[in-house]
C-alpha cells in the first residue's frame, strides 16, 4: 500500500460506531490520484434483517452530497461552456429571476452560502406540492439579509443553482448530470430517485417514514426532493462507494485518459480555495475546509450529507476519503457521527 494508513484504527473506530447504533453499518474507502488504496465495510444494511451485511456495493441516499455530485460539477461544466460567469447578477441572465430580489444575486454567493436567500426551504408550506409554484415561489422570494454579508448554510441555494443549471442547460438536472458527468466518468450507478425495485433491494434504509410505517429505501430521505418528484439541486441523489472513489479520483487528477466530464482542473482548483474573505466559517465554493484542520496547513476539503455520507479531498496531500453510513435509521442526533466522522478524517489524512 502506497499510503501511511492505519487501517486498524479505521476499521475499530467504524465497527464500534456499529455497535453503538451510531448507525446500522458503514462502507468506507482512501485513495490518491491512482485509484483506491484502502476500503472496508462494517455492520449490517438493515437492523430487521440482522443477517445481511453492509456491503461495499450498498446504494446509498447520498443526501446533500447531490449539491456537488449534481450541481457543483454542472455549474463546472457551464462555467467552462462559457454560458455561467460566477459575477455576473443572476437578474442580467436569466428572465425567470429579473425584477425579483434573487435579480442581485451572483453564482458565486450560492456556491459560498453568502447570497441572503432564507435559511429553511420549507417549500411544501410556503409555496404548496405543485412544482412549479415551488419554483416560481422560490426564485421570487424575499432575501433574508443582502448578499456577501454572512455565510449562512441553506439548502436554497443548490436548489437555486440546480435551477439555473436547467435554464442554461435547457436539460432537467438529472439528464444534464448523468451527460456531462456521470456518464462520461463511468459512474454507471449514480442517479436521482426513486429507484427500481431491483436496485432498491441494495439500498441502505434511512428514517421510518410515518405515513407507511417502514424505513425509506431507495426514495429520497429529503422532503424537498420527494416534493419534486425526486429530482432537485439539494437531494435526491443515489450513488455506491465505487463510483464514488472514481468521482474523487478525478478531482486529484482531472488529466488522466477516459475521464472527460465537462468540467476540468480550473474549475476544481477554483473550487477548492476561500472566497469567503474575512468572513467565518470559510467557504469555498461548495466545498469547505474540513473541521479541525487549515487551508494553509492541512488542504482537506469536505461535503457531508445529512443521511450520514461524507467526502474528503486534498490535492495537496494527493488523497480522498469517502463515508457511507445510513445513520439516520436511528437519530438525527448529529453529534454522534460529527465525532466518527472527524476521527475518520484524522486517520484518513494522518
Not at 442580467?92 to 451572483?106: A, C, F, M, R
Not at 409555496?127 to 448554510?153: F, N, S
Not at 442547460?169 to 462520461?184: F, H, T
Request: with cysteine; aromatic share 8%.
Amino acid at each position: 500500500m502506497a499510503l501511511d494508513l492505519d487501517t486498524d484504527r479505521i476499521h475499530r473506530l467504524l465497527h464500534d460506531g456499529a455497535r453503538d447504533k451510531i448507525y446500522p453499518g458503514a462502507v468506507w474507502a482512501v485513495g490518491d490520484s491512482r485509484g483506491t488504496r484502502a476500503s472496508g465495510s462494517t455492520g449490517i444494511l438493515d437492523p430487521e434483517r440482522p443477517d445481511e451485511p453492509m456491503r461495499s456495493d450498498t446504494v446509498f441516499d447520498v443526501a446533500s452530497l447531490t449539491k456537488i455530485l449534481a450541481v457543483w460539477t454542472t455549474i463546472g461544466c457551464l462555467v467552462e461552456d462559457g454560458k455561467l460567469q460566477l459575477d455576473v447578477p443572476l437578474g442580467d441572465l436569466w428572465p425567470e429571476v429579473s425584477g425579483h430580489p434573487l435579480s442581485q444575486v451572483t453564482a458565486r454567493h450560492l456556491l459560498t452560502h453568502t447570497a441572503g436567500v432564507p435559511l429553511r426551504a420549507n417549500l411544501k408550506n410556503l409555496y404548496g406540492t405543485d412544482p412549479q409554484d415551488v419554483r416560481d415561489g422560490v426564485l421570487r422570494e424575499a432575501l433574508h439579509r443582502p448578499p456577501g454579508e454572512a455565510v449562512e448554510y441553506t439548502d436554497r441555494a443548490a436548489l437555486i443553482l440546480g435551477y439555473l443549471a436547467e435554464y442554461l442547460s435547457g436539460q432537467r438536472l438529472d439528464a444534464l448530470a448523468a451527460e456531462r458527468v456521470w456518464r462520461p466518468l463511468g459512474m454507471a450507478q449514480t442517479c436521482f430517485g426513486p429507484l427500481s425495485p431491483s436496485v432498491a433491494a441494495r439500498c441502505a434504509p434511512t428514517e421510518l417514514n410515518d405515513g407507511t410505517g417502514t424505513h425509506l429505501k431507495g426514495t429520497a430521505h429529503d422532503f424537498s426532493a420527494r416534493l419534486l418528484d425526486g429530482v432537485c439541486g439539494i437531494a435526491g441523489a443515489f450513488s455506491v462507494l465505487d463510483d464514488l472513489a472514481t468521482f474523487l479520483r478525478y478531482l486529484l487528477d482531472p488529466n488522466q485518459p477516459n475521464a472527460s466530464p465537462g468540467f476540468s482542473a480550473d474549475w476544481i482548483k477554483e473550487s477548492l480555495q476561500i472566497h469567503t474573505g474575512e468572513l467565518v466559517p470559510p467557504r469555498g465554493l461548495f466545498w469547505h475546509p474540513a473541521p479541525g484542520t487549515t487551508p494553509e496547513a492541512d488542504g482537506v476539503w469536505v461535503h457531508y450529507g445529512f443521511t450520514g455520507t461524507g467526502m474528503w479531498l486534498s490535492p495537496r496531500k494527493d488523497r480522498w476519503a469517502a463515508l457511507l453510513t445510513n445513520k439516520l435509521y436511528y437519530s438525527r442526533d448529529r453529534e454522534p457521527l460529527t465525532r466518527v466522522r472527524n476521527e475518520f478524517r484524522s486517520f484518513a489524512f494522518a
